[in-house]
Every structure is written in C-alpha cells, then in structure tokens.
C-alpha cells in the first residue's frame, strides 16, 4: 500500500496540475467580479470536486483504464510524471493545456513504445468527446443565455437584488460546475493507477467507500491542492484574461461548464440513454477550459461581439494539438531510456508476465474494514461546536466592532461640535475684542473733540480779553504793542503743534508696518527725514508737505533731494515710488 | 451573505435619492419663475425647500455609499453607480447654488427677457426631468436607457440654443442696460443653462453604464 501510494505520486501532480489550471474556469471569474471571496468559493469548489470524484469518478477512469491497462507501477507513474511535465511546461509557458489530452497522449506513446494494438474506436470517442465537448458547451451556454436573457427582461428585477440572487446562482453553479469537473477529470488522475487501488473499505455510517473511492478520494484531494496553491491574486489576474465577463455571463458559462462535464460523465443518464435506445454520450474527461470557452464563444454569437480575441483561439488550438503529441514524445523518450538503461521489461511481450488483469468491480468491498461511524460522528460534531463557537465570537467581536464604530463616530461628531464651539466663541471674542478698541477710539476722539472746543473756546476768551483790553488802552504805543502780542499769540496758535503731534503719531499708528520697515532698514534717518517719508508715503504734494513741515517748499525739495541720497536710490528711481513699495 | 435586507433598503433609498432630485428640479424651475415674476415670499419658499432637499439628498447618496460598501453590494458596478448618483446630486446641489445667486445677488432682468428666461429655465428642468426616469430605467430596464436619454440630450441643445439667444439679446438689442448689467445677465442665463449641461454629463456617464449592463 505505501508503495502503491507513492507510485500514484506523479498521477496525484497531475491532479494538482489540473487543480490549479481548471479552478479558474470554476470561480476565476466569480472571484474577479468579487461577488464572493477567493476563501468561500475556493471551499465550495474543493468540496464538490472531491465529492464528484469520489461519487460519479468512476465513469471516466474506467475509459481512461481501458485506454491502455499499465498494470506496471513504474510505467504508471512514468506516463502520469510524463503528463503532468508536458501540463507544467504548457501552464509555465501560458498555453491553454488540457490535462486529459496530456494523460491520453501519454497513454499513446506508451501504447506505440510497446507496440500494442490501439482501440482506435476508443481513441476516436476521446478526439470527437475533445470536438464536440466545446460545440456542446457553445450550444448549451447559447441556450442559457438565451433564456436568461429572456428571463431578465420581461422579469425587470432591480440590480441590487439580481445581483444578491446571481451570488446564489453563482454559488450554485460554482458547487455544480466543481462536481462535474471532479466526476470528470478525475480518471485523468488515477485512472492509470486503477490497478494499485486498495483493497479495503471505509464506513461511514449512512455511506461507505470502497478501494476505488479511496483512491478517487485521494485524487480529489490532489485536485484540492491545486486549487488552494493558487492565490488570489493570480485567479484574478486569470480572470481578468480570458473570461472576465459580466455576473449574468459568468452564471451561464459555469452551468454550461457544468452541464457539458455532467454529459460526459454521468454514468447513470448514461445507462438512461443506453436503455431508451438513444445514443449516450461516452464518458471521457474532457477540458473544463475549452467547454468554458466554447460556452463564451457562444455567449459572443448571441451578442453580435466577440469575447474572446484569435490570438487566446490560436494558442487553444495549439494547446490541443501540442499537449497530447507534447506528452505522447516524452513517455516514448521515457520509456526507452527505462527500457535502454534500466533493462526495465515495459515491451508488451515481457509484460504479459508481470500484468494481471484488473477486476474493478471485485477491488471494492473487501476487507479489511474501516469503521469511521463513531471517529465520523466525532469529528463532524466537534466540526460543528467549534464552528458554532467561531459564528458565536465572531457574532460578539462584530456586535462589539459596531458598538465601537459608533461610538468613535459619536466622538468625532462631539470633538467637531467642540472645535466649532470653541471657533465660534473665538471668533466671537475677536469680534468684541474690535468693537471695544472701536469704542476706545471713538471714546478718545469725543474726548480729543470736547477738549479741543474747550482749548478753542479759552484761547477765544484770551484773545478777547486781549482785544478789550487793547481797546480800553488810551496810549496808543501801548494798544500796538498789546495788539503785536495777540498777533504772536495767534501766529504760535497757527503752527498747531498739539494736531500735528497728534497727526503723527496716527500716521505711525496706521502705517505702523511702514515706519518699522524704515526703521530697520535706515536707522541713520532723522526724525524730520522720518516726518517727511510718512508724508510722502501718504502721496502729499511739496505744497502740502511745506505747509504741515512749516518749511519752504524748496526746503522740501532739498530734504528730498537728502532722503533719497541717504536711502541710496539710483537715479532713474523716484523716492515716491520707492515709499510706497517699501 | 446575499444581503436581501440591505438590497432592499439601498433600493428604497436610492428611490427616494431620485425622487428629491426630480423635486429640486421643480422647485428650482418654480423658484426662477417666482424670482422673474416678482412673487418674492414664494421665491423665499422655493430657496427653503430646495435647500432642504439638497440637504437630504446628500444624506440620501452617503447612506447609499455607505450601504453599497459595508455590504459588498455590486463590487463590480458600484463605483458606476456611485459616480451616477455623485452626478445627480450635483445637479440639486447647482439649483440649489443657483437659486441662492438670484437672492444674495439680485439681478436686475428686464421684463422683455422674462419669458425667454422662463422658457431657458423649463427646458434646463426638462433635461433633467428626462434623467431621471433614464436612471430609475437602468436598474430595472438597462435596454430602454438609451432611448430615453435622446430626450435629455435634445433639451440640452435646445437650451444652448436659447441661452446663446438671449445672451445675444441682451449684448445686442438693449441699448439701455448697462455694461455692468449685461454681463450679470450672461452669468445668470450660464446659471440655468449649466443645469442641463450637468444633467447631459450625468446621461453620457448613465449611456455607458447601460451599454456595460447589457446582456
């Protein structure tokens, strides 16, 4: 037995060769629309091509058997190890391979090596299965899709809902899809090595599995492996390629998939046609890709648009010619070097004496039994708790994520209500902060108005007085000099020293950026050069600058003429403009 | 999983989505008239609901948004239809917008040019009056899209035409206005023109949604 199982080594590569290349016809496309994860759908297609394999394999390993009955171990695993190099190249390499057209080329190269009379009958029902299959396939998805369109317009659900119930139907089809293709390529896996299944049987209870079971079990788990040592990213990258199609479209390629796989491996309807005197379908696997394709080629006719571009067509059709030829040369090369170096006996003739002629039908059901009722119930019901337990926390740890999400939500909302309070207010102390400066200002200006009229009103009285006085004064020497005096007094009241000084200071207070510019750039201006750059900056003609200076406006053009050479200004500039943009 | 519950509510709420863009564009054709014939309360009304309904609709499109993306509804289409939904929202937001220019800017619009205005104004809303259904139609119907949305692009033509009319009246044929009051005008007739320009690039987007949905 551990023998056995590790000859059928090469045979369970191939079937995870053909795990990796034929679970993207299964859910490449399902996963590239994200309508369900790589996890859930890589799960439901593992579980259903085991049980495919293991409960309607039979069929086409039994075609595949009678191909070519390799009752030798060695050669066994030297055709299967044959295949699966001629599957790996072709995947490395990016051609389209179909692992049956690999086992079956390799099964031919063994059967001229040895120069064994070909069942040409059988062959043919393997190249027109290998035909028809995708005719069938485009025939049935054009169907589908037909109806399906149908379907879809007079039924007018909205697109939210038909697209939770394409992720049923996807699911569905996915699970149907994943059956046939366990049922059906699983001869391709361990159909060569029928000869090695076990001789024992495993109960479970409310069903059991006999020797071949057993080895379709393990099979179907080689498959599995395939499937899984594809990640995600690269079912999405496959998706992207060649099928990357609508969700409506993905339904009908996969149930065309699964339907056309079904045909080919079924052998109870099958029995049913055989029985009605119909023609059955013979059970051969065949390639989940190329039904895929023919289902999409198929889909594009309806459309009037061509899904799929010659040069994916041409590398198909190169595919189908060089897998099986490909594999048939390389068991030929295999063989005769086993044969040449290893004076391994693999002609027909020496054969006949290690061959013993398998009875599949006997190889179930013998002893020793394996009961797996009690383990069985153990493990589905620990299966069962540990699952509620997870759907248990994870249903907790979800609860608690909302909770917390909410409340950080909550949070956010009241820190936002909080900035906006706090800007609010600021802005609002701002906004009193201005009205109590303007209130100061005007506050002082009332004040400056009230003492000014007050200053005005005293002056006034004093000059008064000093007019009656002059009056009532008979010497007349006296009356002009009193007069000269008033004179002086109102000429010094002229020069409004009090304003100016007032003037000024406003003129900094308003231009305070300016004259802390000035300062800092020429520190050596005097107070008047200083008095006279504010003045210019407030655009003030010679005229008007003379009258507030109290100076001659030639004495202005000087102080100018001073003020530009000490700001060290070129000639072609004026000091106007210079101020101004200081 | 299949999220029915969800579906279900995503398909109302983007029901009543549609429904308040089809109000706001009503209003806003109300508003225009009432602001023309100088019915200044009814003019107030119009500005309140209308900005009440922008409001709810953007509340609306993130419910939408948030549904859409917290329940893995449509991977592959969402994007589609939250683009769709950001572009009919700006159409309720721009009348909106629009509808507050005339009451803080207050333009003066000659009488002669009041019923080329209210003619601009209900061919601008009936662009988006016919996108409305479009829209609702890719949902169920992806097939009559199309044959829906040559309406919306015949009232965005129409509309240009008059808009570019009444522009030339108002540079052209009314000596009396000022420089200063021509260009207000232009800027106010480019105000409900934009209305069906947006509703055009609303349909451009829905016409490719509808060719990716076919079947």
Same mark, same amino acid.
């Given at each position: 037995?551990?023998?056995?199982?590790?000859?059928?080594?090469?045979?369970?590569? $191939?079937?995870?060769?053909?795990?990796?290349?034929?679970?993207?016809?299964?859910?490449?496309?399902?996963?590239?629309?994200?309508?369900?994860?790589?996890?859930?759908?890589?799960?439901?297609?593992?579980?259903?091509?085991?049980?495919?394999?293991?409960?309607?394999?039979?069929?086409?390993?039994?075609?595949?058997?009678?191909?070519?009955?390799?009752?030798?171990?060695?050669?066994?695993?030297?055709?299967?190890?044959c295949? #699966?190099?001629?599957?790996?190249?072709?995947?490395?390499?990016?051609?389209?391979?179909? /692992?049956?057209?690999?086992?079956?080329g390799g099964?031919m190269g063994w059967s001229i090596f040895?120069?064994? /009379?070909?069942?040409?009958?059988?062959?043919?029902?393997?190249?027109?299965?290998?035909?028809?299959?995708?005719?069938?396939?485009?025939?049935?998805?054009?169907? *589908?899709?037909?109806?399906?369109?149908?379907?879809?317009?007079?039924?007018?659900?909205?697109?939210?809902?038909?697209? =939770?119930?394409?992720?049923?139907?996807?699911?569905?089809?996915?699970?149907?899809?994943?059956?046939?293709?366990?049922?059906?390529?699983?001869?391709?896996?361990?159909?060569?090595?029928?000869?090695?299944?076990?001789?024992?049987?495993?109960?479970?209870?409310?069903?059991?599995?006999?020797?071949?079971?057993? $080895?379709?079990?393990?099979?179907?788990?080689?498959?599995?492996?395939?499937?899984?040592?594809?990640?995600?990213?690269?079912?999405?990258?496959?998706?992207?390629?060649?099928?990357?199609?609508?969700?409506?479209?993905?339904?009908?390629?996969? #149930?065309?998939?699964?339907?056309?796989? *079904?045909?080919? =491996?079924?052998?109870?309807?099958?029995?049913? $046609?055989?029985?009605?005197?119909?023609?059955?379908?013979?059970?051969?696997?065949?390639?989940?890709?190329?039904?895929?394709?023919?289902?999409?080629?198929?889909?594009? *006719?309806?459309?009037?648009?061509?899904?799929?571009?010659?040069?994916?067509?041409?590398?198909?059709?190169?595919?189908?010619?060089?897998?099986?030829?490909?594999a048939g040369l390389l068991t030929y090369f295999i063989l005769f070097i086993?044969?040449?170096?290893?004076?391994?006996?693999?002609?027909?003739?020496?054969? !006949?004496?290690?061959?013993?002629?398998?009875?599949?039908?006997?190889?179930?059901?013998?002893?020793?039994?394996?009961?797996?009722? +009690?383990?069985?119930?153990?493990?589905?019901?620990?299966?069962?708790? $540990?699952?509620?337990?997870?759907?248990?926390?994870?249903?907790?740890?979800?609860?608690?994520?909302?909770?917390?999400?909410?409340? +950080?939500?909550?949070?956010?909302?009241?820190?936002?209500?909080?900035?906006?309070?706090?800007?609010?207010?600021?802005?609002?102390?701002?906004?009193?902060?201005?009205? &109590?400066?303007? +209130?100061?200002?005007?506050?002082?200006?009332?004040?400056?108005?009230?003492?000014?009229?007050?200053?005005?009103?005293?002056?006034? %009285?004093?000059?008064?007085?000093?007019?009656?006085?002059?009056?009532?004064?008979?010497? &007349?020497? %006296?009356?002009?000099?009193?007069?000269?005096?008033?004179?002086?007094?109102?000429?010094?009241?002229?020069?409004?020293?009090?304003?100016?000084?007032?003037?000024?200071?406003?003129? %900094?207070?308003?231009?305070?950026?300016?004259?802390?510019?000035?300062?800092?750039?020429?520190?050596?201006?005097?107070?008047?050069?200083?008095?006279?750059?504010?003045?210019?900056?407030?655009?003030?003609?010679?005229?008007?600058?003379?009258?507030?200076?109290?100076?001659?406006?030639?004495?202005?053009?000087?102080?100018?003429?001073?003020?530009?050479?000490?700001?060290?200004?070129?000639?072609?500039?004026?000091?106007?403009?210079?101020?101004?943009?200081? | 999983?299949?999220?029915?519950?969800?579906?279900?509510?995503?398909?109302?709420?983007?029901?009543?989505?549609?429904?308040?863009?089809? !109000?706001?564009?009503?209003?806003?054709?109300?508003?225009?008239?009432?602001?023309?014939?100088? &019915?200044?309360?009814?003019?107030?009304?119009?500005?309140?609901?209308?900005?009440?309904?922008?409001?709810?609709?953007?509340?609306?499109?993130?419910?939408?948004?948030?549904?859409?993306?917290?329940?893995?509804?449509?991977?592959?289409?969402?994007?589609?239809?939250?683009?769709?939904?950001?572009?009919?929202?700006?159409?309720?937001?721009?009348?909106?917008?629009?509808?507050?220019?005339?009451?803080?800017?207050?333009?003066?619009?000659?009488?002669?040019?009041?019923?080329?205005?209210?003619?601009?104004?209900?061919? =601008?809303?009936?662009?988006?009056?016919?996108?409305?259904?479009?829209?609702?139609?890719?949902?169920?119907?992806?097939? =009559?899209?199309?044959?829906?949305?040559?309406?919306?692009?015949?009232?965005?033509?129409?509309?240009?035409?008059?808009?570019?009319?009444?522009?030339?009246?108002?540079?052209?044929?009314?000596?009396?206005?000022?420089?200063?009051?021509?260009?207000? +005008?232009?800027?106010?007739?480019?105000?409900?023109?934009?209305?069906?320009?947006?509703?055009? &690039?609303?349909?451009?987007?829905?016409?490719?949604?509808?060719?990716?949905?076919?079947?």
């Open positions: 037995m551990t023998f056995a199982l590790l000859y059928i080594v090469s045979g369970l590569y $191939l079937g995870s060769l053909l795990g990796t290349n034929d679970s993207v016809n299964v859910f490449g496309s399902t996963v590239n629309l994200k309508m369900l994860n790589f996890k859930t759908a890589a799960f439901i297609a593992s579980l259903f091509i085991i049980l495919g394999a293991v409960f309607q394999g039979e069929g086409t390993t039994q075609t595949i058997h009678s191909l070519g009955n390799i009752s030798e171990p060695v050669i066994a695993f030297s055709v299967a190890l295949a #699966a190099l001629v599957v790996l190249i072709m995947i490395k390499i990016k051609l389209p391979v179909s /692992t049956s057209q690999a086992i079956v099964m040895i120069h064994a /009379t070909t069942d040409w009958n059988l062959l043919s029902k393997f190249i027109l299965s290998w035909i028809f299959a995708p005719i069938i396939g485009m025939i049935v998805g054009i169907l *589908f899709f037909i109806s399906m369109r149908w379907f879809l317009k007079r039924s007018r659900i909205h697109l939210i809902k038909l697209n =939770s119930y394409l992720r049923i139907a996807m699911i569905f089809a996915i699970a149907f899809a994943a059956f046939g293709l366990g049922a059906n390529n699983i001869g391709n896996v361990v159909g060569i090595f029928l000869n090695l299944s076990p001789d024992m049987y495993i109960d479970f209870g409310f069903f059991s599995i006999g020797g071949i079971q057993i $080895l379709f079990l393990i099979g179907g788990i080689s498959i599995v492996i395939g499937v899984y040592s594809y990640n995600w990213q690269s079912v999405s990258d496959k998706g992207n390629g060649i099928l990357s199609l609508a969700p409506e479209t993905t339904v009908v390629v996969l #149930a065309a998939q699964a339907v056309v796989l *079904f045909l080919f =491996s079924s052998s109870w309807l099958s029995n049913l $046609l055989s029985s009605s005197g119909l023609p059955s379908f013979p059970l051969v696997p065949v390639s989940s890709t190329q039904i895929a394709l023919g289902a999409v080629i198929g889909i594009g *006719f309806v459309k009037g648009a061509r899904e799929i571009e010659a040069k994916t067509l041409a590398g198909i059709g190169l595919g189908w010619i060089t897998a099986p030829i490909g086993i044969h040449t170096v290893f004076q391994f006996p693999v002609s027909h003739e020496n054969l !006949q004496t290690v061959i013993k002629q398998p009875e599949i039908q006997n190889l179930a059901y013998h002893t020793p039994k394996l009961n797996m009722v +009690l383990p069985g119930i153990l493990f589905l019901s620990s299966i069962m708790i $540990l699952t509620l337990i997870y759907l248990f926390f994870r249903q907790q740890k979800l609860r608690l994520k909302a909770e917390k999400d909410i409340l +950080l939500q909550q949070n956010q909302l009241f820190q936002s209500e909080k900035a906006m309070n706090e800007l609010e207010m600021r802005t609002f102390a701002i906004e009193n902060e201005s009205l &109590n400066l303007k +209130l100061q200002a005007k506050r002082k200006e009332f004040m400056d108005i009230a003492l000014n009229i007050s200053e005005q009103i005293s002056f006034l %009285e004093k000059i008064s007085s000093g007019i009656n006085d002059a009056i009532k004064t008979t010497d &007349n020497e %006296e009356r002009i000099h009193r007069l000269t005096k008033l004179s002086l007094i109102i000429k010094q009241k002229m020069s409004f020293p009090q304003e100016k000084k007032e003037f000024y200071l406003q003129i %900094e207070e308003i231009h305070k950026d300016f004259h802390l510019k000035l300062k800092t750039s020429f520190p050596d201006l005097t107070n008047l050069e200083k008095r006279l750059a504010g003045l210019l900056r407030l655009n003030l003609s010679t005229k008007e600058i003379s009258t507030l200076l109290n100076i001659s406006p030639k004495s202005v053009e000087v102080a100018r003429y001073r003020l530009k050479k000490k700001m060290n200004l070129d000639k072609d500039k004026t000091l106007n403009n210079f101020i101004n943009n200081l | 999983m299949f999220n029915f519950k969800h579906a279900k509510k995503s398909i109302d709420i983007i029901e009543q989505f549609l429904s308040l863009i089809d !109000q706001g564009s009503l209003i806003f054709k109300d508003g225009v008239k009432n602001y023309l014939q100088g &019915n200044h309360e009814n003019f107030q009304d119009n500005l309140k609901t209308l900005s009440n309904l922008s409001s709810e609709a953007d509340i609306k499109k993130r419910e939408i948004e948030n549904i859409l993306y917290t329940q893995s509804l449509m991977p592959q289409l969402r994007g589609d239809i939250l683009n769709l939904l950001e572009e009919l929202n700006n159409i309720i937001d721009l009348a909106k917008t629009n509808l507050f220019e005339f009451d803080v800017e207050v333009p003066f619009i000659p009488s002669e040019l009041n019923q080329d205005l209210i003619k601009l104004t209900e061919l =601008s809303v009936l662009a988006i009056d016919s996108l409305i259904p479009a829209a609702r139609d890719y949902f169920v119907n992806p097939d =009559s899209v199309k044959e829906k949305l040559h309406r919306v692009y015949l009232y965005e033509k129409e509309t240009d035409k008059l808009a570019s009319s009444i522009k030339r009246r108002v540079f052209q044929t009314i000596p009396q206005l000022k420089l200063s009051e021509k260009f207000h +005008l232009r800027y106010f007739t480019l105000h409900i023109e934009i209305l069906s320009d947006v509703a055009k &690039n609303a349909a451009d987007l829905l016409s490719i949604m509808a060719l990716k949905r076919a079947i």
